[in-house]
């Protein structure tokens, strides 16, 4: 009687073991998803981006880097029609280093077209 409950104890265990194997493979499997997500809009929102840092900095000759997805908030669920996207990003004049400013711009896509709701700028200090 002991051999077969330790047997089933034994299958017990290596039912949850594998069960959790499972779960943190899902989990990797769903970062790398939404990892993939967040490049896939920022790619779609990057000439959007380009043309409002544009706006922002005039004629300066602006580099862009470090454009991350912050938030996306589904405007018409019903249809997937309209979203509010805010990405962040660093700028700096083209070839120096560091960047001096982090930009916070928020778009509204509707149907494909893409216009800027807020634009926000927020200087780094410069360090010595």
Known sequence: MNMVKHTIFSFFICCV???SVTSIS????DLKSANTLEDFT???????IEN???HQYGKKNISISDVSLIRT???DPDRNTAFVCTVSLHTSLAGRRPPFAVDTIKFKV???????LEYKHKMIPATL
């Open 17 to 19: 073991l594998l069960l």
């Open 26 to 29: 899902d989990a990797q499997t």
């Open 42 to 48: 920022t790619s779609l929102l990057y000439p959007a």
């Open 52 to 54: 409002a840092v544009k």
């Open 73 to 75: 908030n589904n405007l």
């Open 110 to 116: 509707n149907k494909g077209v893409i216009r800027v």
